[in-house]
């Protein structure tokens, strides 16, 4: 009896919470006067008891919008879209669907000329910054990077695309993510002309959205609306091109199928030009870390997510294929597919030139400078999926599988000296080695969420695993010399062969429970467990004669390591939300054990542990519709990596000597973030200040000994005069700065826009260096101008100037400071004359002040490129182009750390003539997109936050 009680309470909440998850409201937003159907028009249900935002979500392009997984009741429709009156309607919705429509009145107290004139350029929409792209023009072959850099708030810094002051990680194409994290190949490869709208906003994580609490898990996004008619078909480039001196060429191809919800997308390219494009997946250089443990995410620091890397030094051959899909599978739609797959193969060859002057307290400060020679060989394959599960309106499902391999070889000669102040050696050194890596990163995270039937309470369960191996083997011949203080040198050779491999696993989870408090309060209790295991195995052999072989083990530089880390978080978290005022407050507490194990050449444990308190602050004001106000105070740790704990000496630089550390303690650190923005849409204007600091307790720094006479460091090693020996260590006292400026707006008379921005940052980094603690202090100033050209699609340019100024003040250095310039010009110029005849330049001046001798330079670089385009729709276009016409090209650059500063120059390409064909694909079908689909990122679920 009291079984079938029970089993009939169950069955009838059940019934209860399925018959209010499928309680829904649908409808249309359209013009009153001419039925057009409205997209990205805002509809919010509210609380007739406070106002607050119960759901949200954007109409489609056909006007259409679904709010779900509502409770019956009572509730007030509020309909917003520019340039037209806020739409109010109070509703009662029963069990089941309902439908409301609405019209739109036009907004008859609006400025129609300035309207017209400005074409709406930009305006606020809660978080989101939205650009109007018909606003700017840009000529026909533009792509989405040459149409946001126009835009207000906007810019582009050594190739990397900012907003509001920081990076652009993620691009969407109509709410679906394109390319995975590779934000340059997105917006590199898709015309401008398919977009309607650009949304900049902050993504929270797939859990926080689930949630509507921050994780700290936040990435700056950029999402691409596409214009109606534009959605469906096919576009793209192909081309081909063939260069001389030395048999130059490039070839490549990008093309778009786009049709309903289906979007897919193939990018290839092969040249030998040093056009690198595709970003190279590192992962090598991160396989084996423990990572941040804690609060991550781009207000905590999870660095180690991220895995791009700039191009490389030298000339590069290149080979890459990149492969996107986006789609909604199953009959209801209800499943969200988005995966990629990148291909890319570089052969680069490097030469560089190195002056190194090293922070010592005596005026005899030590010089190394160095000729390097290196011919790198990476093949990388990077697939991501990820697949959204709507199970049904209770539940879903979010599966996200990523696997990264890469090969790479590399050959490297050395040839380095090192003289005191006196310009006396001290050492030299002739150096060639040869290394192969192959490694294999794969991780899977599976996210469950579960609505209850009562709003705002939620379960979800977040369980990632992680595996990772990298297997290596190197060759080392190398001779130096060495110089007393009479002249007398020694001489040391080295000829060795080393295994090193390393492997890890890991299992992490974040399981998040929320419950309504109040119509303006929820609370969150979360557990956030983790567990890594990861081993490394570096064996050492020196080269035996007699045997004619790699015999004899070097037990100085092998060793087998073992490192675990156990991580258990647990907190609780509390929302406010309330007309203009959004809080969030929280706090956690984490233990974290560390446990090192070295087995060999000795047995040797190190356990450590540490207790953190983790608060939490997030504060959003919304002074108007168009001016907002963030700040974030967040902690958070950071765990030492496995090479960063390994306890072998690494000593592939014979004159610059390293060793991990296995008593390295857990960084812990507070962050601070700030952001102001306001949009005026009728002068078209985007004002935005950001602020950025860190303070780290335990910071992991670099202890480096200088040898001035003869030493044996780490037990047993000998470090003779001149030479050094590096090992991370922990030390206090660092901490950063920074903040950015940005002012966009429009010149209409004369079709123009501007975009200032100034910025500035300071940091101190302490280090080590025999054994006293140096600090360089580092203050950074910037500013720039960009003008751009808003007159027509056929005369395009734009004209830019920025200034970078340094200064490095060390506290071991009797040079109170050390400062220099960056100047840069840029000019880019595109003219269609008479629809067919193209005519395109770019310039750039680099000016250099107050490097090093040699160093100081002015670096020209002029583009130009003459072409005609052919066929009826002038789809085939032929051009002739000139790289680097003053034959001035160079490369410089200047690297500060705690122990040195040096001055770099490598290889670049000069001069070179080159003629190429491209043929532009334009099919674009008329056929209708499921009405279902959105263009906005708010893809349902809890509104921004």
């Known amino acids: 009896m009291q079984m079938r009680f029970i089993l009939g309470t169950l069955l009838t909440l059940l019934c209860s919470f399925i018959s209010y998850s499928q309680t829904e409201l649908s409808g249309k937003i359209s013009d009153l006067k001419t039925s057009e159907k409205l997209m990205d028009a805002r509809v919010a249900l509210l609380s007739p008891v406070d106002s607050s935002v119960v759901k949200a979500a954007n109409t489609d392009e056909n006007g259409m919008y679904l709010l779900a997984g509502l409770t019956p009741g009572n509730y007030i429709l509020k309909v917003s879209l520019f340039e037209y009156v806020d739409q109010f309607k109070n509703i009662s919705l029963p069990e089941g669907k309902a439908i409301t429509d609405i019209a739109m009145k036009t907004d008859t107290k609006l400025d129609e000329v300035t309207i017209e004139a400005n074409a709406v350029r ?46 652009i990680t993620k691009v969407l194409i109509d709410g679906q993510e394109f390319f995975g994290d590779d934000a340059a190949a997105a917006m590199k ?28 898990n936040e990435a700056k996004a950029l999402n691409i609306v596409t214009k109606a008619g534009k959605n469906n078909g096919q576009f793209g480039k192909i081309y081909g091109g063939y260069g001389t001196p030395n048999n130059l060429y490039v070839a490549g191809a990008n093309v778009n199928f786009f049709k309903g919800t289906r979007r897919f997308s193939v990018v290839g390219m092969s040249n030998n030009v040093n056009q690198q494009n595709f970003s190279t997946d590192d992962i090598l250089g991160v396989t084996g870390s423990t990572g941040n443990t804690g609060r991550g995410g781009r207000y905590g620091g999870n660095d180690n997510e991220n895995y791009l890397v700039s191009q490389q030094n030298g000339v590069s051959m290149t080979h890459g294929l990149g492969l996107n899909l986006s789609d909604k599978w199953g009959k209801k739609k209800n499943t969200k597919v988005t995966g990629s797959y990148f291909f890319n193969q570089s052969d680069t060859k490097n030469a560089q030139q190195t002056n190194r002057t090293y922070v010592l307290s005596t005026t005899a400060g030590q010089i190394y400078s160095e000729d390097f020679l290196s011919t790198i060989k990476n093949a990388n394959h990077r697939l991501n999926f990820k697949f959204d599960l709507a199970l049904d309106s209770m539940n879903s499902l979010v599966i996200t599988p990523k696997v990264s391999y890469q090969g790479n070889t590399r050959e490297q000669t050395t040839d380095g000296t090192t003289v005191d102040g006196t310009n006396a050696l001290i050492n030299q050194v002739n150096n060639r080695t040869y290394t192969e890596t192959k490694g294999l990163n794969a991780s899977t995270s599976i996210l469950w969420r579960h609505r209850f039937a009562k709003p705002r309470r939620t379960f979800s369960a977040n369980l990632t695993g992680t595996y990772n191996v990298k297997e290596g083997n190197n060759g080392q011949l190398s001779s130096s010399r060495y110089y007393d203080e009479t002249g007398q040198d020694s001489l040391a050779d080295i000829n060795q062969h080393t295994d090193n491999n390393t492997s890890g696993y890991g299992v992490n989870g974040r399981f998040s429970f929320t419950e309504p408090i109040s119509k303006s309060w929820s609370g969150e209790l979360y557990y956030a467990p983790a567990y890594s295991a990861n081993n490394a195995d570096k064996r050492t052999y020196d080269f035996d004669s007699i045997a004619n072989s790699y015999y004899y083990m070097d037990t100085t530089l092998s060793n087998v390591f073992e490192n675990q880390t156990l991580v258990n978080e647990g907190g609780t978290n509390f929302r406010f939300q309330k007309n203009k005022v959004g809080l969030q407050l929280g706090v956690g507490y984490q233990n974290s054990l560390l446990m090192n194990t ?35 105070y967040r902690a958070g740790t950071r765990n030492p990596t496995i090479d960063q704990l390994q ?65 044996v460091v780490n037990g047993n090693i000998l470090l003779q005069r001149g030479a050094q020996f590096r090992q991370p260590v922990n030390l206090p ?60 699609e056929n005369l395009d340019f734009t004209v830019g100037y920025t200034l970078n100024y340094n200064n490095v003040i060390n506290t071991r250095q009797n040079v109170s400071a050390n400062e220099y310039f960056v100047h840069n010009v840029n000019a880019r110029f595109n003219w269609i004359i008479k629809e067919r005849l193209v005519i395109n330049s770019t310039y750039s001046v680099n000016a250099y002040a107050g490097l090093g001798s040699g160093y100081n330079q002015t670096i020209m670089l002029w583009n130009g490129g003459i072409g005609y385009k052919l066929l009826k729709k002038k789809q085939l276009e032929l051009r002739v182009s000139v790289f680097d016409i003053l034959n001035n090209n160079n490369s410089i650059s200047r690297n500060v750390t705690e122990s040195y500063i040096e001055d770099v120059k490598s290889n670049v390409l000069n001069r070179y003539y080159m003629f190429t064909a491209t043929y532009t694909l334009r099919n674009f079908g008329t056929k209708t997109p499921d009405p279902k689909e959105t263009h906005s990122h708010e893809d349902g679920g809890p509104p921004p936050h």
Do not use: C, W
């Open 122 to 167: 930009v305006e606020q929409k809660g978080d989101t910054t939205q650009y109007n792209a018909d606003a700017y023009k840009t000529n026909p072959d533009a792509t989405v990077q040459d149409l946001i850099t126009k835009m207000p708030g906007i810019t582009l810094e050594n190739g990397v695309v900012k907003a509001q002051g920081e990076q």
């Open 189 to 216: 490869n898709l015309p401008a002309e398919i977009v309607s709208k650009i949304q900049v906003y902050d993504q929270a994580s797939d859990q926080a959205k689930f949630t509507g609490i921050s994780d700290g």
């Open 733 to 792: 006292g660092s901490y950063n700065a920074r903040t950015s400026i940005s002012y966009g707006f429009s010149v209409t008379k004369l079709k123009l826009n501007l975009n200032f921005y100034l910025g500035g940052a300071y940091s101190v980094a302490p280090g080590l260096i025999n054994n006293v603690i140096n600090q360089a202090k580092t203050s950074n100033a910037n500013g720039g101008l960009t003008i751009s050209s808003n007159i027509s």
């Open 647 to 711: 306890n072998a000496i690494d000593n592939s630089n014979p004159l610059s000597l390293s060793s991990g550390n296995p008593e390295l303690k857990q960084q812990y650190n507070h962050r601070v973030f700030a952001r102001f923005n306001n949009t005026n849409i009728r002068k078209a204007t985007n004002f935005n200040i950001f602020f950025g600091g860190e303070v780290n307790r335990n910071y992991i720094s670099n202890g480096t000994i200088i040898a001035t006479s003869d030493t």
């Open 598 to 632: 070295q087995e060999f050449p000795t047995d040797r444990d190190v356990n450590l542990s540490f207790n953190s308190i983790l608060p939490f602050m997030r504060f959003k004001y919304e002074f108007s519709k168009s001016t907002g106000l963030m700040l974030v």
